[in-house]
Nanobody
Framework: QVQLVESGGGLVQSGGSLRLSCAAS????????MGWYRQAPGKQRELVAT???????DYVDSVKGRFTISRDNAKNAVYLQMNSLKPEDTAVYYC?????????????????WGQGTQVTVSS
C-alpha cells in the first residue's frame, strides 16, 4: 500500500508565500515523476508543476517565476514553494506521483494521488 500525504496549505494574503509538502510512504521501490495539481471551485483539475526523478521541472505558464517545485528522493518527498500568491491561486492542491512497487519478483507501476490541501489567497 502506498500513501501520499500533503501538508502546508492555509490562508494567506495576496502577495504572500506558502510551502506545500508531500511525503510518500509504503512499500515503495522507486518514485518517478512527481507533481502538483490544483482544482478551484467549479473548475477542472489542472497541472501546476512536475519534477522528474533527475530534477527536470516543468510549470504551467500562470505560475512560472512564482512557484518552485523540488524533491528529496531520500525522503520520498516533493515540495512546492509558492511566492507572490494571487487570489486566482486559491484551490485545493493535490500531490501526484508515479510510483514503482516491488510485488513478488515483479515491478508494478501506478499513479497515486494525495488527499489534497486547501490554499486560500485573500485579496
Amino acid at each position: 500500500q502506498v500513501q501520499l500525504v500533503e501538508s502546508g496549505g492555509g490562508l494567506v494574503q495576496s502577495g504572500g508565500s506558502l510551502r506545500l509538502s508531500c511525503a510518500a510512504s509504503g512499500s515503495i521501490f522507486s518514485i518517478n515523476t512527481m507533481g502538483w495539481y490544483r482544482q478551484a471551485p467549479g473548475k477542472q483539475r489542472e497541472l501546476v508543476a512536475t519534477i522528474t526523478r533527475g530534477g527536470i521541472t516543468d510549470y504551467v505558464d500562470s505560475v512560472k517565476g512564482r512557484f518552485t517545485i523540488s524533491r528529496d528522493n531520500a525522503k520520498n518527498a516533493v515540495y512546492l514553494q509558492m511566492n507572490s500568491l494571487k487570489p486566482e491561486d486559491t484551490a485545493v492542491y493535490y500531490c501526484n506521483a508515479d510510483i514503482s512497487r516491488l510485488v513478488g519478483v515483479k515491478i508494478a507501476i501506478a499513479n497515486y494521488w494525495g488527499q489534497g490541501t486547501q490554499v486560500t489567497v485573500s485579496s
